[in-house]
Antibody, heavy 120, light 110 residues
Framework: QVQLVESGGGVVQTGGSLRLSCAAS????????MHWVRQAPGKGLEWVAF????????YYADSVKGRFTISRDTSKNTLYLQMNSLGPEDTAVYYC?????????????WGQGTLVTVSS | QSALTQPRSVSGSPGQSVTISCTGT?????????VSWYQQHPGEAPKLMIY???KRPSGVPDRFSGSKSGNTASLTISGLQAEDEADYYC??????????FGTGTKVTVL
């Protein structure tokens, strides 16, 4: 069965950096695009970034462009999110989510999330 | 990339039907038939309920249905059950491999 397990969250000061990981299993990781989605405490969902199945292209929300970098390591079946220049507005639970298939635009599986807290 | 607009809350009694609207623009909801809906219970990850406007994944009860007209998509829950009480989010493809979520709707079963 598909499993996505995020890790790497924690408390970081404003201006700091953090790298999140998402370990994938139960499917052929190299065949699927992957997303990061976040949710600030008590708020709604916000799409953050997408990487194509082969890592050839990456796309970002305007709110994180230039600060966050999505990447993947097929040999480790792991998705990453490098977050730099963090601010309090980045405080959220970060979910990784699997794209259903090439050419689809929805998320069929989600991890349980990892909490990032940016303190000022 | 402005969030799609959803009502903050809707409610209904068991067995009744409720409909959640999701209003976007001609650049997202109105431009593509790629609207999806997610259910989220407190403390849990979101769960896919509807994709491509009106398709239901395997395992999702058929009392959940989706539709779209112009820049507004809708999710209808027929025969409301206690376990349907949750937050619901719409999501639309917005071009160039970007996505935009709705503001979220809390469904209360009275």
């Amino acid at each position: 069965q598909v499993q996505l397990v995020e890790s790497g969250g924690g408390v970081v000061q404003t201006g700091g950096s953090l790298r999140l990981s998402c370990a994938a299993s139960g499917f052929t990781f190299s065949s699927y695009g992957m997303h990061w989605v976040r949710q600030a405490p008590g708020k709604g969902l916000e799409w953050v970034a997408f990487i194509r199945h082969d890592g050839s292209n990456k796309y970002y929300a305007d709110s994180v462009k230039g600060r966050f970098t999505i990447s993947r390591d097929t040999s480790k079946n792991t998705l990453y999110l490098q977050m730099n220049s963090l601010g309090p507005e980045d405080t959220a639970v970060y979910y990784c989510a699997k794209a259903a298939a090439a050419g689809t635009y929805y998320f069929d599986y989600w991890g349980q999330g990892t909490l990032v807290t940016v303190s000022s | 990339q402005s969030a799609l607009t959803q009502p903050r809350s809707v409610s209904g009694s068991p067995g009744q039907s409720v409909t959640i609207s999701c209003t976007g623009t001609s650049s997202d909801v109105g431009a593509y038939n790629y609207v999806s809906w997610y259910q989220q219970h407190p403390g849990e990850a979101p769960k896919l309920m509807i994709y491509d406007v009106s398709k239901r994944p395997s395992g999702v009860p058929d009392r959940f249905s989706g539709s779209k007209s112009g820049n507004t998509a809708s999710l209808t829950i027929s025969g409301l059950q206690a376990e349907d009480e949750a937050d619901y989010y719409c999501c639309s493809y917005a071009g160039s491999y970007t996505e935009v979520f709705g503001t979220g709707t809390k469904v209360t079963v009275l």
